[in-house]
């Protein structure tokens, strides 16, 4: 029998989310349009709530359609997740380079619900820092939004340590929504978030979100040492990323989940949701399989032992 959903609060707000969230930015770039709404009610019938896009994904707009046709009559059953601040290639206007404004965010906000076929924005997080636009304007405008019902909650994507503390600070002093969830690139293969984000996110009270947590596949077991990538894999297509990949460090973590008796994608997904400060691991799929597979491989729960070995060998 299938491990059943646990959920978790993002952050010190009252968002809940599963420890397992979908990434949808394969939708309208590595899978067929219409495989989707499989793929997407999969996840909903596995307990996956937080389902995370960004405006640029999908060929600009692509994913936020798709994802957004797909939710059709399930809306309510899910935490959607959305970005903005990447980008769009002059679809939201001319933004001169200026993606963390009042203005460019209500261009911004309101394509992505009309892509989205939704009134409200669940979590609406800025993808990228923009170092031109004061970071008290870029909070006031989604604080105007959050007051409007038009987003829930906030989060930042790709922040450095620093500038999470800086946008709390500036939050709290300011009377503004503050981020509740901090999306950046995070797994057994990349750990260096954990020298100042994670610190911080401790600090502030934040969550989070795990992207490329098999990092680009390299983690869920299909590549070997020596060999070319499977056909139709991630990495089919990318030989130097293969190559310069650190067989080492991946197959001493394949040793570390046989004697354990689970999986590589297991210590993979599970294995990080069990650190400090992880809302939902978000991890990608193409196929129903890979949609349940990650689930179950998400909620391994390993022992505070296991933890420390996983540090030592990933240090």
Known sequence: ???????????????????????????????????????VHAAIDAGITLFD????????????????????????????????????GGANGPDWGVRGSRRYIRLAVENSLRRLGTDWIDLYQMH???????????????????????????????????????ADWTAHTGNLEAFVSAQNEYSWLSRGIETELVPALQHTGQSLLPYFPLA????????????????????????????????????????????????????????????????????GATSVEQVLGNVEAGLWEPSEDDLDELRDLTV
Request: charged letters at 20%; proline letters at 4%; one cysteine or more.
């Open 53 to 88: 896009t960004a405006d640029v994904y999908g060929n600009r707009g692509g994913s936020e359609t798709l994802l957004g046709q797909a939710l059709q009559g399930r809306r309510e059953e899910v935490v959607l997740a959305t970005k903005f601040g990447a980008d769009m």
């Open 128 to 166: 990228t820092p923009d170092p031109r636009t004061p970071v008290e304007e870029t909070l006031a405008a989604l604080s105007e939004l959050v007051a409007e019902g038009k987003v829930r909650y906030i989060g930042s994507s790709n922040f450095a340590g620093w500038q999470v503390v800086d």
């Open 216 to 283: 680009s596949g390299l983690l869920t077991g299909k590549y070997r040492r020596g060999q070319d990538a499977p056909a139709g894999t991630r990495l089919a297509g990318l030989p130097d990323r293969l190559a310069a990949a650190d067989f080492d460090l991946i197959e001493a973590l394949g040793q570390f989940a046989d004697q354990r008796g689970v999986t590589l994608l297991q210590v993979a997904l599970g294995g990080l949701a069990a650190m400090p400060t992880v809302g939902s691991v978000i991890a």
């Open 1 to 39: 029998m299938p491990a059943e959903m646990t959920y978790r609060q993002l952050g010190h707000s009252g968002l809940t989310v599963s420890t397992v969230g979908i990434g949808c930015n394969n939708f309208g770039a590595r899978m067929a349009d219409e495989d989707v709404p499989a793929v």
